[in-house]
């Protein structure tokens, strides 16, 4: 009596390991985009917010010796 040769697979080829790990690979690289534009909005907001705390003290000064100010703004291009 013959029996069937039945493989059982154990373990994984390396296109599936290849696939998973491309996978990965673009997961991580959009998940690190999305970090940095977090990062980059949280340093935006925090400077937003020294600035309106430096305009709030100037106004605070100028109403307290009852004076004007006058403030320059200078663009920088980088």
């Known amino acids: 009596m013959k029996t069937a040769y039945k493989s059982?697979?154990?373990?994984m080829s390396l296109?599936?390991?290849?696939?998973?790990?491309m996978l990965m690979g673009i997961s991580s690289l959009?998940?690190?985009?999305?970090?940095?534009d977090y990062q980059q909005a949280l340093r935006l907001?925090?400077?937003?917010?020294?600035?309106?705390l430096y305009l709030v003290g100037l106004q605070?000064?100028?109403n307290a010796y009852n004076r004007s100010i006058i403030i320059?703004?200078?663009?920088?291009i980088q």
């Open 8 to 11: 059982k697979q154990r373990g």
């Open 15 to 21: 296109i599936e390991i290849l696939v998973v790990v």
């Open 30 to 36: 959009w998940g690190l985009r999305g970090w940095q």
């Open 45 to 52: 907001e925090q400077n937003a917010q020294r600035l309106r």
């Open 60 to 62: 605070a000064q100028a």
């Open 72 to 76: 320059w703004a200078i663009a920088g």
